[in-house]
């Protein structure tokens, strides 16, 4: 198939020369992206606004892992110790990453070395993307600018957004497929399904961006082309990928009703508070939204110069630069206060939380159209001089981010200690079980008012409810055998000489399968909280406690197995024919 390019490719001499140019992007990026961290390297970690979320998490899943727990959905630490089905509605991908390098690396090496990789993939997703419409040297440009643009940098230096990061380095590759897919190339129909997977299985506010965002390229696309087929075939991939991704979207979807998830959008995080340049939320949300404000001004600025200058001759202008300026136009629109009524009606729009987070497609309008204007300029040093100047500018707001960035002052190594001793993390009010209120249950070191008389550590004892009083008291009347004590299966003996109500540290999940000597057991919640209360009879009793599986994680698993063969299916046969149609020499 014929490609367009802004530009007529300069003559090269041989395919040495081709590889090395086409290389580039990889050194360039790795630079860029080493530039970024280089700060990390010697005043330690940037503790952003979720970096002890993301911290946290990865140790969670890294103890889960000795345990022989290799996919993870109860967070065991979480809430004090209580625990937290946050892995069943946060993507995976995420953390598996950050579990893996904290399984290989010294701690304190692991969110450096995360924000590294993420920064590389978007640089290679955005050359990817780039190259099929601007020259070479140009669209290494164009893939340093996206890596390391000053939205990445607010991720990285304020927010420590691990995952949404993640999530923004495939978000190139999914749009370079769908406009493949546009033009006809069914064969990109799978590519397309693993790269909007992926996004999946990295942030659930950039899925959603990302679904809104190929709806909006395939309508483009479809309109441009003048037939419904872009779109089915589309549509097609859309319905692959969130197939592929239904391991963790079906449970997270159908377990939702379980969880306190709409506080996710609660007081401050509601949209209608959070447009560019609001006055309407809190102090401090109002003054970071302003640092995103002003952000976003420059990327939509030099956005739209590079989209004007690159778009005035119609003619040499390609489908895929008019598609993009469309999307961008589009994500700028959904970050002002007009765009309320959309943030109200359109299914899931609202779980975005901020609008300023559409950054995320107008940096790679932003790369593109850049790069792109440069590469349309006649004179070869003012291409340089507008590339250094572009790239000074990104150089200056990093140094301002990093001035005001929050370092590390013993997070890292405090949460450490506390997944150490058994004391466990504080949880999040959007994963906290529907009836439980988790700023009552004890254990917060910090907070002096609430209730610490449950032990640090739950392994080796069981609390018990005081008949009396109906406080929670170490058992120490009660004996306890403990048989195993891990994340998802705990199971242990109990002898005693009067009645008790146990209650051990966990709150209750319909997940949980609670057994007294083999039977199903019947227990009660301790009000506020809902701690399990376990009665128990005089004498011995074998208490077993599992995260059982559920029908929806069941369901979920097989369509996604069968999702994932019918795509590689569907690879290996496009291959094959693709082999029959032009055969190599022998």
């Known amino acids: ?190 590519t397309l399904a693993l790269v909007f997977a992926c996004v999946w299985l990295s942030n659930a506010p950039a899925a959603v961006i990302a679904t809104y965002s190929l709806g909006i390229i395939l309508v483009t696309g479809s309109f441009s082309s003048r037939g419904l087929r872009p779109l089915l075939a589309g549509l097609t991939a859309i319905a692959g990928g969130l197939a592929l991704a239904c391991f963790y979207i079906l449970p997270a979807a159908w377990e939702e009703r379980w969880v306190q998830i709409r506080q996710i959008v609660s007081d401050a995080y509601r949209p209608s508070v959070n447009f560019l340049f609001t006055r309407a939320n809190d102090p401090d949300f109002v003054a970071f939204n302003w640092k995103v404000s002003w952000v976003a001004s420059g990327l939509i600025v030099a956005g739209a110069a590079g989209a004007l200058v690159t778009i005035r001759r119609r003619r040499d202008t390609p489908r895929s630069a008019w598609i993009l300026a469309v999307l961008g136009l589009a994500a700028t629109a959904l970050m002002l206060p007009p765009s309320l009524w959309l943030w109200r009606h359109l299914p899931k729009l609202w779980f975005i939380q901020f609008p300023w987070r559409w950054l995320d497609v107008v940096t790679v309008a932003f790369a593109f159209f850049v790069a792109a204007a440069i590469a349309r300029l006649r004179s070869r040093p003012a291409q340089w001089a507008i590339t250094i100047l572009v790239l000074v500018a990104i150089g200056g707001a990093a140094g301002a981010m990093l001035r005001e960035a929050p370092w590390d002052a013993g997070d890292l190594s405090q949460v450490a200690a506390w997944i150490h001793d058994g004391r466990g993390y504080e949880g999040t009010d959007e994963y906290t079980p529907a009836g439980c209120d988790r700023y009552e249950l004890p254990g917060d070191p910090d907070d002096s008012e609430r209730p610490a008389d449950v032990s640090p550590n739950p392994a080796p004892e069981v609390a018990k409810l005081d008949s009396d009083s109906g406080n929670i008291v170490r058992a120490v009347d009660v004996g306890l055998g403990i048989e195993a004590w891990r994340s998802t299966d705990r199971r242990f003996r109990v002898e005693t000489s009067q009645p008790v109500t146990l209650a051990p540290r966990l709150v209750e999940y319909p997940a949980w399968n609670v057994e007294v000597n083999g039977r199903p057991a019947k227990f009660s919640l301790l009000p506020e909280t809902d701690q399990i209360l376990l009665p128990l009879a005089r004498g011995r009793s074998y208490v077993q406690i599992r995260f059982r599986e559920t029908w929806d994680r069941a369901l979920g698993d097989a369509v996604s197995l069968v999702a994932a063969i019918a795509l590689g299916s569907s690879v290996w046969g496009y291959r094959r024919l693709s082999m029959r149609k032009h055969p190599r020499g022998r």
């Open 1 to 190: 198939m014929r490609r367009s390019f802004l530009l007529t490719k300069p003559p090269v001499d041989g395919t040495q020369l081709i590889r090395k140019r086409e290389a580039s992007w990889l050194l360039l990026v790795c630079l860029a992206a080493t530039a970024a961290v280089a700060p990390m390297l010697w005043r330690g970690n940037i503790s952003g606004h979720d970096f002890r979320f993301h911290l946290e998490s990865w140790m969670d899943v890294q103890g889960q892992w000795r345990e022989r727990v290799l996919f993870p959905r109860w967070a065991e630490w979480a809430n004090w110790g209580f625990g937290e089905p946050r892995f069943i509605f946060y993507p995976p991908l995420s953390w598996l990453v950050g579990a893996a390098l904290g399984s290989a690396l010294p701690w304190k090496m692991v969110p450096p070395l995360f924000i590294w990789i993420a920064l590389v993939v978007a640089g290679g997703s955005m050359w990817c993307l780039a190259r099929e419409s601007i020259p070479v040297p140009w669209a290494s440009v164009a893939s340093v600018l996206y890596a390391v643009n000053p939205y990445h940098l607010v991720i990285v230096y304020y927010r420590s957004a691990f995952a949404e990061l993640l999530a923004a380095a495939f978000l190139p590759l999914v749009i370079w497929a769908a406009l493949r897919v546009i033009e006809g190339e069914w064969r990109q129909v799978p």
